[in-house]
């Protein structure tokens, strides 16, 4: 055996450049679907986090004639509702000092953590009273705080924020984590959250109706059927509410569960294409090889070398250059990951299956791709290849 891999070694170092080149198609290949399954393992789990920390669970109801104040009531009176709080989104600027920073101002009611993630850093949430008074108060995420400020604890200074066309100097009762790893690596790319009443929002926006009403039910096992109440409910008081929606968000998390799963496996297949073609580039380079040892093959086998030990070599070359590449590129695949991963502030998790998994088809690949030429080799006559000018 280490006669054979000594063979297959020098036949690779004898053609270096080809082998080189060769193998780095091999790592490419390699790497791009370690990258791929990598990518796919840390988005799934970081989206399920993100819905998770940012309470995407339970109901979402929302209609294209607005939600008015009488719908949230009679949704409060459902037996299997524990808690629903409008929900009003509205795009527009904070100003401090002298810049701009853009918001998503949501407004909300009071008791506005039970029914969606809000984890206080420093102060308060809002008040029944705030809601009620139309307080000109609210509370920032952490990012707001520091990127304005330059600091976390910001209550008690002033943010002057512009919605519709009203522009009203809130104060800040509150800042909240930014619990999303996400978000907060891509803030830059995304306004800043703003929580205020519903109702100082709904003045700014000149508007009286929300844009959703977020649910909690009793029992998670019971949220179909609340979200079925609900839409049959409303669509019975009230005939402007035009077309009404009601969704069940741990349906719709299923449904980005498995988009992200469909993507992935199209991502995976992309790759391996790439790690198949490179794999012809073994049968290229093993055919070459066994082109320019035509001599060298009749001499072995004119001294006594086997049909078997001749194939064996050639074998044992593709097999090498497959298994060299695939751990050089899953090197390069796990460790570019980890990095960006580290500099992004994500979490990644490696499948040791997976990734044995992706080293046995790459050599199985090479393999496949190396019998004809190996075959052809130890099918060579000696006399022939002798004659062999080479």
């Known amino acids: 055996m280490k006669s054979i891999l000594k063979c297959a070694w020098v036949m690779l170092w004898r053609r270096r450049l080809s082998s080189l080149l060769t193998m780095a198609g091999i790592a490419v290949g390699t790497g791009l679907v370690v990258l791929i399954l990598g990518i ?77 993630s809000l984890n206080l850093l420093h102060g308060r949430l809002l008040r029944p009273e705030d809601v009620n008074g139309e307080a000109e108060v609210c509370v920032v995420d952490e990012t707001l705080a520091k990127d304005a400020f330059g600091r976390t604890n910001v209550v008690g200074e002033k943010v002057a924020v512009l919605i519709g066309n009203e522009e009203i100097d809130m104060t800040v009762v509150g800042v909240t984590a930014a619990d999303s790893s ?27 109706t929300f844009d959703q009403i977020a649910v909690r039910v009793n029992n998670a ?59 012809f580039g073994i049968m290229t380079m093993m055919l070459s090889s066994v082109n320019e040892r035509t001599r060298e093959i009749g001499v072995k086998k004119a001294i006594g070398a086997t049909k078997g030990r001749i194939m064996s070599e050639f074998l044992t070359g593709a097999l090498l250059m497959s298994g060299i590449g695939a751990l050089v590129g899953m090197a390069v695949g796990v460790g570019a990951l980890t990095f ?18 992706i080293l046995l088809l790459t050599l199985l690949l090479g393999a496949v791709f190396g019998v004809y030429p190996a075959h052809r080799a130890s099918q060579l006559r000696p006399v022939e290849a002798l004659r062999h000018d080479g």
């Open 182 to 208: 996400l978000l907060q690596s891509v803030t830059s790319m995304i306004p800043y959250m703003l929580y205020a009443p519903y109702t100082t929002v709904q003045f700014c926006a000149g508007v009286d």
């Open 221 to 279: 096992d019971n949220t179909e059927a609340a979200r079925e109440m609900i839409d049959s409910t409303l669509k019975g008081i009230d005939d402007d509410i035009g077309v009404l929606s009601t969704e069940n968000l741990a349906t719709q998390r299923q449904h980005l569960d498995t988009l992200v799963s469909v993507v992935s496996a199209a991502l995976t297949a992309i790759g391996a294409v790439s790690l198949l073609v490179s794999a």
């Open 40 to 116: 796919s393992n840390v988005g799934t789990t970081t989206i399920q986090n993100e819905l998770e920390s940012m309470g995407i669970n339970g109901i979402s109801v929302s209609s294209t004639g607005g939600l008015t104040g009488n719908c949230l009531a009679v949704i409060r009176t459902l037996p299997m509702v524990s808690k629903a709080m409008p929900l009003l989104i509205q795009y527009g600027f904070a100003d401090v000092r002298t810049e701009r920073y853009n918001i998503v101002g949501c407004g909300i009611d009071a008791g506005a953590d039970q029914v969606i």
């Open 340 to 357: 960006a991963c580290f500099v992004l502030g994500l979490h990644v998790q490696w499948s040791v299956w997976q990734l044995g998994g």
